[in-house]
Nanobody
Framework: QVQLVESGGGLVHPGGSLKLSCAASGRLFGAYVMRWFRQAPGKERELVAGITSRGSTNYADSVKGRFTISRDNAKNTIYLQMNDLKPEDSAVYYC????????????????WGQGTQVTVSS
């Protein structure tokens, strides 16, 4: 069974930085993407950043230039370096693993972390 273990959340002042980590335990089969989502009170969950096994990345427009997603394939771990944090970045951040179906026999799967709180406040 795959579990995602997150860490790195906390309280930071505007303009500060945090680095989130997400380690996946257990076997991951086939192709997959690892992603960071976030959800603030009263708002929909949104995709923050994603990275594939090949290193392709994508970011929400709101975090481009400030956030960087990276990976360590050997550790099945992804990171989210967050710089120049703003109050609107405050949210619960969730790690996600989503399978990419490339063959009919591939079984889809999705795993979620427990979430880690990021609060940006003076």
């Amino acid at each position: 069974q795959v579990q995602l273990v997150e860490s790195g959340g906390g309280l930071v002042h505007p303009g500060g930085s945090l680095k989130l980590s997400c380690a996946a335990s257990g076997r991951l089969f086939g192709a997959y993407v690892m992603r960071w989502f976030r959800q603030a009170p009263g708002k929909e969950r949104e995709l923050v950043a994603g990275i594939t096994s090949r290193g392709s990345t994508n970011y929400a427009d709101s975090v481009k230039g400030r956030f960087t997603i990276s990976r360590d394939n050997a550790k099945n771990t992804i990171y989210l370096q967050m710089n120049d944090l703003k109050p609107e970045d405050s949210a619960v951040y969730y790690c996600n693993v989503q399978s990419i179906i490339v063959a009919d026999e591939d079984v889809p799967y999705t795993y979620w972390g427990q979430g880690t709180q990021v609060t940006v406040s003076s």
